[in-house]
Nanobody, 127 residues
Framework: QVQLVESGGGLVQAGGSLRLSCQAS????????MGWFRQAPGKEREFVAA????????YYTDSVKGRFTISRDNRKNTVTLQMDTLKLEDTAVYYC????????????????????WGQGTQVTVSS
């Protein structure tokens, strides 16, 4: 099994930055794709970003491209999401996730649900 613990959420003004961190523990961390999802009040949980097991490939939903950067360090068992130029619509609970599959081309869709989730961390962007 894999355990995921998130940190880094908080309150930030529009245009500012936050960095979310996910600390993973358990077996075969380096074998899992990792990513971030978010859920805003009254909306469904949506895909935000993913990184391949090796860290060589990254994927982003259109609304965050050019603003967010996902990365991983398999030696430290960590995944980060650097969020820049934050907008009001980025306000949501952000969840770290492991072991899932996505389909690319057009809008990214979830092909296989994550096997593991973090507890979620609140990100609030104010004007």
């Amino acid at each position: 099994q894999v355990q995921l613990v998130e940190s880094g959420g908080g309150l930030v003004q529009a245009g500012g930055s936050l960095r979310l961190s996910c600390q993973a523990s358990g077996r075969t961390f380096s074998n899992y794709p990792m990513g971030w999802f978010r859920q805003a009040p009254g909306k469904e949980r949506e895909f935000v970003a993913a990184v391949s097991a090796s860290g060589g490939r990254t994927y982003y939903t259109d609304s965050v491209k050019g603003r967010f950067t996902i990365s991983r360090d398999n030696r430290k068992n960590t995944v980060t999401l650097q969020m820049d130029t934050l907008k009001l619509e980025d306000t949501a609970v952000y969840y770290c996730a492991a072991d899932f599959k996505i389909r690319t081309g057009g809008q990214i869709t979830l092909a296989q649900a994550p096997g593991y989730w973090g507890q979620g961390t609140q990100v609030t962007v104010s004007s």
